[in-house]
């Protein structure tokens, strides 16, 4: 079982950043690809980055320019850096893992963003 803790989530004012990251067991990072997917109230959980084991990288049309995925191998993590936050982007974000970015078995907790207009 592969165990995901996210952390970096918090509150803050449009405008602002947040660092969200996400770690698991190091003996597998490597193989995973890895994504985080966000959950508004009253919306349907939405696919925000995903990361292939190769770093390469897609967004969602809403974040591109503002949000930044990557891997942190010697640490078995992944980071979003997440720039200019508007209020749309308040909900709870999830960090996913998989052996593909279209199939990913594993979930974390995850973790509440709420930024203030």
């Known amino acids: 079982q592969v165990q995901l803790v996210e952390s970096g989530g918090g509150s803050v004012q449009a405008g602002g950043s947040l660092r969200l990251s996400c770690t698991t067991d190091g003996s597998i990072f490597s193989i995973l690809a890895m994504a985080w997917y966000r959950q508004a109230p009253g919306k349907q959980r939405e696919m925000v980055a995903t990361i292939t084991q190769y770093s390469t990288t897609n967004y969602a049309d809403f974040v591109k320019g503002r949000f930044t995925m990557y891997r942190d191998d010697a640490k078995n993590t992944v980071h979003l850096q997440m720039n200019s936050l508007e209020s749309e982007d308040t909900a709870v974000y999830y960090c996913?893992?998989?052996?593909?970015?279209?199939?990913?078995?594993?979930w974390g907790q995850g973790t509440q963003v709420i930024v203030s207009s």
């Open positions: 996913a893992a998989g052996i593909s970015v279209f199939s990913l078995d594993y």
